[in-house]
């Protein structure tokens, strides 16, 4: 038998009911009134014929609805399957499709692209929280013990071959993460965690798990804006902030000459290393900065590196977090020694127990994660290559190969290969490499991608050429394809 626990949101309301939970557009709720709240949505979504171990995906924007909403499927033990706002209702559909989900919560907002998913899966049933909210009420059978070996949440990450995976997120999963991310970074009475990233990320979404299991206050906006950032710092007295390079830049540059507040105590910084300039910007601030390596398969950070070591280890991701292992392996699957660049693999309670429908990349428990680094002599990790071709902007990650698969598919386009390239604001963005089959234009490629692919997944530039390199395995040679931008 797996191990259970009590109901997270009703044991927290029990424990700590008059504390302060969740501060959305300058209104706080304690833990008991989101435990009414969520109960009053569990109760209407049972009313609409939501079924334990149903997969039911959500399409949702940063706001306290959507937290009351996931917190509702806890209760009655629905698996979520947490779609990114920033698809397209393409790719939105295919997701839907991939895991058997049963409804789609969503909001008016998304009006257009819920419209489009109806075309697309005609016996989907979409509820949007504005239908729930004024729907009836029915009794929910509320799940009193959690199993932490249960399917809490479902995340689709890019795969190498163009099609998302749907990562599987346990309940365990996230306990481990947050109680390997309280080790790691302390745990005061008197934290409050600002979370301005997408609930849909694991980042935003384990920051609302966090809040439960600690029983800590959150302050959730419904995007970064930097002044608001700021100004939520001393007003909600705000301790600990999630952040990317590019959102630490913004907060340091707004600043001007002065500092945050000095019980802010930790940026957890993710999202690729910070350069020295952005650090010693940091430090001159006195901001401590903690920066992470992790994925969505390790439920959040799984290595995190302390301010102390940030300037002595620059470029490092740090050391794993107390429950979690890693080891750097070379393809013959022998370990490296120390500074020798292989393939990061993960062990731990906060790693995935696999991907939905899908082959799993586990030997003896170890997760190849596909990225390629190496360990120092004092065991600090180097991440070299984000899973070989993965581009990172802005956060959000990319790989190429989806975009190609997008490309190749236009009738007028014969072959297509994609690169990241550097960006002051984004870090990176994606650069295509086109073989024409017939006439077409920059612009109706673009038209084309904008149709099928996220925003930030388009190209901000196209280059036509006469043949994309490949290997004998006809693995494309991107590198090549870097050496025509010079």
Partial sequence: MGQTMPNWLKKRAFLTPNRPAIAFNGNTITFKQLYDRSLN??????????????????????????????????????????????????????????????????????????????????????????????????????????????????????????????????????????????LNLGLHEDDCWLLTVPLFHISGYSILMKSIIYGMKIVLHEKFDVEKVIEDFHREHVTIMSVVSTTLKRILENLNDNKLPKYARCMLLGGGPASLALLNQCVEKEIPVYQTYGMTETSSQIVTL???????????????????????????????HAGEAGEIIVKGPNVTTGYL???????????????????????????????????????????????????????????????????????????????????????????????????????QTIYFINEIPRNASKKILRRELRTKLS
């Avoid at 997969?55 to 698996?79: E, K, P, T, W, Y």
């Avoid at 895991?99 to 907002?109: G, N, P, Q, R, Y």
């Avoid at 004024?134 to 190498?160: F, K, R």
Wanted: glycine share 8%; proline share 4%; net charge negative.
């Fill in 306 to 336: 302390a301010p102390e070591d940030s300037l002595r280890k620059l470029g490092s991701a740090g050391k794993p977090l107390f429950p979690s292992q890693i080891k750097i392996v070379h393809d013959n699957g022998e370990e490296a």
């Fill in 41 to 182: 949505t569990a109760g209407k979504l049972a009313a609409n014929g939501m079924k334990q171990k149903e997969f039911v995906g959500l399409l949702m924007s940063n706001h306290l609805d959507s937290a009351v909403i996931l917190l509702a499927l806890h209760l009655i033990g629905v698996r979520a399957v947490i779609l990114n706002n920033r698809l397209t209702a393409q790719e939105i559909s295919w997701q839907l499709s991939d895991s058997s989900s049963t409804f789609l919560i969503s909001e008016d907002f998304f009006n257009d692209r819920i419209e489009m998913v109806k075309k697309e899966l005609p016996s989907l049933q979409i509820l949007t929280k504005e239908a729930i909210f004024q729907g009836i009420y029915s009794e929910p059978n509320i799940i009193e013990e959690i199993d932490l070996d249960e399917i809490c949440t479902v995340m689709y990450t890019s795969g190498t071959t163009g099609h998302p995976k749907g990562v599987i997120q346990t309940y365990g999963n996230h306990w481990w993460s947050a109680t390997g991310s309280a």
């Fill in 357 to 459: 429908n899908r082959e799993n990349y586990f030997e003896d428990g170890w997760l190849h994660t596909g990225d390629i680094g190496y360990l120092d002599d004092e065991g600090f990790l180097y991440v070299l290559d984000r899973r070989s071709d993965l581009i990172i902007s802005g956060g959000e990650n990319i790989y190429p190969a989806e975009i190609e698969g997008v490309l190749t598919s236009h009738p007028n386009i014969e072959d297509a290969g994609v690169i990241g390239v550097q960006d002051e604001q984004w870090g990176e963005i994606p650069v295509a490499f086109i073989v024409k089959k017939s006439p077409i234009t920059i612009e109706e490629i673009i038209h084309y991608c904008t149709r099928k692919l996220a925003k930030y997944k388009v190209p």
